[in-house]
């Protein structure tokens, strides 16, 4: 009896750990069709990074390396991004290039 128990709360744990992911999914979600996301800050404040960059099938370092050198995102990671989240691939480009300009900006500040 304890068996099942443990499997049904198992089950009920993982409706509930998919249910929070596509929450902050939607939000973020949410977040870009309103045009209110401009940084990936604003993105890890409602999930974590390294939840993100999992979701995104990539390493956390990776991950990190391309969020401070934006320009290095490939086409498919940036359809993934897309896809994950459920926007269109031209909203992630225009983010990736204001990211991409920002961080010259801090490049040309700090030279």
């Not at 443990?6 to 979600?29: A, P, T, V, W, Y």
């Not at 459920?86 to 040309?108: E, H, P, R, S």
């Given at each position: 009896?304890?068996?099942?128990?443990?499997?049904?709360?198992?089950?009920i744990k993982n409706q509930e750990d998919l249910r929070k992911r596509q929450h902050k999914l939607d939000s973020?979600?949410?977040?870009?069709?309103?045009?209110?996301?401009?940084?990936?800050?604003?993105?890890?404040?409602?999930?974590?990074?390294?939840?993100?960059?999992?979701?995104l099938r990539m390493g956390f370092i990776t991950f990190r390396n391309k969020v401070n050198s934006p320009g290095?995102?490939?086409?498919?990671?940036?359809?993934?991004?897309?896809?994950?989240?459920?926007?269109?691939?031209?909203?992630?480009?225009?983010?990736?290039?204001?990211?991409?300009?920002?961080?010259?900006?801090?490049?040309?500040?700090?030279?």
């Amino acid at each position: 009896m304890a068996k099942k128990r443990r499997e049904i709360s198992e089950k009920i744990k993982n409706q509930e750990d998919l249910r929070k992911r596509q929450h902050k999914l939607d939000s973020i979600k949410t977040d870009f069709e309103a045009g209110k996301i401009i940084s990936f800050e604003q993105i890890f404040a409602v999930m974590a990074e390294s939840r993100f960059a999992t979701e995104l099938r990539m390493g956390f370092i990776t991950f990190r390396n391309k969020v401070n050198s934006p320009g290095d995102f490939t086409l498919n990671e940036l359809i993934r991004f897309a896809e994950l989240v459920g926007i269109d691939v031209q909203m992630v480009l225009k983010f990736i290039f204001g990211q991409i300009n920002k961080t010259k900006v801090q490049a040309k500040r700090n030279s």
